[in-house]
């Protein structure tokens, strides 16, 4: 495939560079990577999410706000799995799509959706961790079923509108006597697509990433101060550490690699076209880390089954202030409040 960039002069006027007198990437290792790593993706990602959401709609009676987060982590992981099947085949056939424009850009949203929505969520838990384990009888009153509820309804709504302009940018196009669905978008737009992109990486990932990673060193500072705080017990700890350990594998293996190739392969791709061997050493990159990152629809569930729901016990032991509230939350007592279900022994999910 031959890439393209738009050369601006002055204000008004620009010159298209044609596609064939610039650098053609040689692509043909990615139509045996993409194909094998995306089956695999699909085959354990449609078992795994699909547990999940059976567990959370049909075995759970009562959902923490754990449970509402990581549900719904497992909807965007799906969405995405189920699309992956369209770009198995497009793959194999060497990048020629032929399911329309429509797909072209539902394949590319679901894509992004999937991973934003699930960094979003992934931060969403950071925070509702970060609360329970190290504000545990602050954070009573709002860490509740309704507020999380909430903040998903609030977590889509971004994820969408960051997600949105892609399809406008991506589409399916005539190129090489073949039509292509484009990943990000075709070269004459590429232009106004670098801002977006950028962007995407600031919003989507720079600043959840940091959120999250904020989050868990205070979790992990409250873990690690000796006292006779339960949650810094085994393995109220074990199963904390765990969960932490998941999510800086999902970040360190699946998104920091792909974010940072594709921040490379933007500005090279804009700045350094006609540099053909970074170019084409970005583009493999890219497309590597690409396939790890597919990999983060199979890992996410495994937080479902770490996740442990609050324990409002301690609290109870600890605190002879106020214990009206603090039995009205706790479902020891006979009232659960929606915030704190079913959990004797269980660190804050």
Known sequence: MYEGRILE????????????FLCP????????LLPITYSVVFILG??????????????????????IYLTNLAVADLLY????????????????????????KQVRFCFYANLYGSIMFLTCTSIHRYVGVCFPMKSLRWRTRKLAIMGSIAAWFIVIMEALPTCIYAHAEALHNKT????????????????????????????????ITLCYCSILKTLATPGDNPLVRK??????????????ALLVICFVPFHVTRLLYLFIRAYMVQNCGTLQSVSVLYKICRALLSFNSCINPILYFLSGRKSCSWL?????VAPAFIRSQ????????????????RIPG
């Not at 059976?54 to 009562?62: N, Y």
């Not at 706790?330 to 022994?345: F, K, R, V, Y």
Request: charged residues 10%; aromatic residues 12%; hydrophobic residues 40%.
């Open 9 to 20: 002069f002055g204000n008004s006027s620009q010159l298209i560079v044609p596609v064939r």
């Open 25 to 32: 990437l040689h692509e043909n290792y990615k139509h045996i």
């Open 46 to 67: 449609l078992l795994s999410n699909g547990t999940v959401l059976w567990l959370s709609c049909c075995q759970t009676r009562t959902w923490s706000c754990s449970t």
């Open 81 to 104: 799995v189920l699309s992956l099947p369209l770009l198995i085949v497009n793959y194999i056939w060497k990048d020629k799509w032929s399911f329309g424009d429509i797909l072209c």
């Open 180 to 211: 292509v669905c484009f990943d990000l978008t075709s070269p004459e737009n590429f232009f106004s697509y670098l801002p977006y992109g950028v962007m995407l990486t600031v919003t989507g990932f720079l600043i959840p990433f940091t959120i």
């Open 235 to 248: 393995p109220r700890r074990t199963k904390s550490i765990c969960t932490i350990l998941v999510v800086c």
């Open 316 to 320: 109870l032991r600890k605190n002879k």
């Open 330 to 345: 706790c479902p020891a007592w006979g009232n659960a409040a929606p915030g704190c279900p079913l959990a004797s022994n």
